[in-house]
């Protein structure tokens, strides 16, 4: 059935086919139609960041990004939904065309730029939704707000989004917004994660809750770099690090209808490069801190694969695109294979 409503949604432009599926999965998940009509996934719990995840394969952030839909995504199997990235204020994003199918090597090029309603909206959205799963807040800064002032726009955002969220993660890795890439290296990084840790503690003490915070990073780094940011956050006491977010390689996609344009690349492509950054990780980390992978999963073999090399969850985006909910059983199915 997929295979259909998925040749009916590529004849229409990628971001037109994204808008409707967000639309019809938030009317549907409001009527409570996914559970009962999706096959569900097997039962998997795993605790991560002491949090209980029914199963290990998460949505990742980027397809959901104002909350407009959790419950209709929730109900195709999802152990957890990421939504946003969302910004303090809202913004257009970059101009479109900005988002690109490569159907060939089942890929996804984006240039969005972190389109969004703005937090307070995301957060009605989340009060609406009364939704009891696990659910990841994404954050991000504004593109016109310079890169010194990040942790301002970190830190509103953690502030408006921290008693709803079962975790925070904090996107310092997209490609589409100039400078950000930045915050991931040296003082920037180890600044911007203490003041954040700071805040997580004043937030703690004021709601009574602990909300993990997980630290988003790029997969265009040298093992030097990725080793150099593991120490980071050990340092600073982060709870999680999701390894990866898009590539600015075309590595595999070359030649390809539109795989010149900018922005970051997800889907298969990045599968290996985005393992590689996870086993790097887990050699430096030793179980100090989890690690979430997401990055070229487009069937369960792969998601196996990422946890087979140190990830505790995955998530999933492009190759739920072209595969549909049965990449989430596939995925659960194979990771259980693993024990």
Same mark, same amino acid.
């Given at each position: ?113 972190? !389109? ?6 995301? =957060? /009605?959205?989340?009060?609406? %939704?009364?939704? $009891? +799963?696990? &659910? ?108 990866? !977010? ?6 595999? =996609? /070359?030649?390809?209808?539109? %795989?010149?344009? $900018? +922005?970051? &690349? ?74």
């Amino acid at each position: 059935m997929y295979s259909l409503l998925r040749r009916l949604l590529f004849k229409l432009s990628p971001e037109t086919a994204h808008e409707l599926t967000i639309d019809s999965l938030g009317a549907a998940g409001r009527l409570g139609l996914p559970k009962r009509v999706i096959k569900q996934p097997t039962s998997l719990p795993v605790t991560v960041m002491g949090i209980e995840f029914p199963n290990p394969v998460g949505l990742a952030a980027g397809l959901d990004k104002n909350g407009d839909a959790i419950l209709g995504l929730s109900g195709l199997g999802f152990g957890f939904i990421e939504i946003g990235t969302v910004t303090p204020r809202p913004q257009l994003g970059n101009p479109k065309p900005r988002l690109f199918r490569l159907p060939a090597a089942e890929g996804v090029i984006n240039r969005m730029g972190f !389109n969004n309603l703005g937090v307070d909206h995301l =957060v /009605e959205r989340v009060e609406n %939704a009364n939704f $009891s +799963g696990v &659910l990841g807040i994404n954050i991000g800064k504004n593109a016109d707000t310079p890169v010194e002032n990040a942790a301002d726009d970190y830190l509103l955002c953690m502030d408006k989004v921290y008693r709803h969220a079962s975790y925070i993660t904090v996107n310092i890795s997209s490609p589409n917004t100039p400078g950000l890439r930045t915050l991931q290296f040296g003082d920037s990084l180890r600044n911007l994660l203490s003041t954040l840790r700071q805040r997580q503690e004043e937030l703690t003490a004021l709601h009574g809750k602990y909300v993990p915070l997980a630290i988003k990073i790029a997969p265009d780094m040298s093992d030097e770099e990725i080793v150099e940011v593991a120490n980071i956050l050990i340092e600073t006491r982060m709870d999680a690090v999701i390894a990866t !977010n898009t590539t600015l390689s075309r590595n595999g =996609v /070359e030649g390809m209808l539109h %795989a010149d344009e $900018s +922005g970051g &690349l997800s889907g298969a492509p990045v599968r290996e490069q985005s393992t590689h950054v996870v086993r790097v990780l887990a050699e430096i980390l030793q179980g100090r801190l989890p690690i979430i992978a997401v990055g070229g999963i487009t069937d369960g073999r792969h998601a196996a694969e990422k946890i087979a090399a140190g990830a505790s969850l995955v998530q999933v985006y492009s190759g739920f695109i072209y595969n549909g909910p049965k990449l989430i059983r596939e995925s659960v199915d194979a990771i259980a294979g693993l024990n």
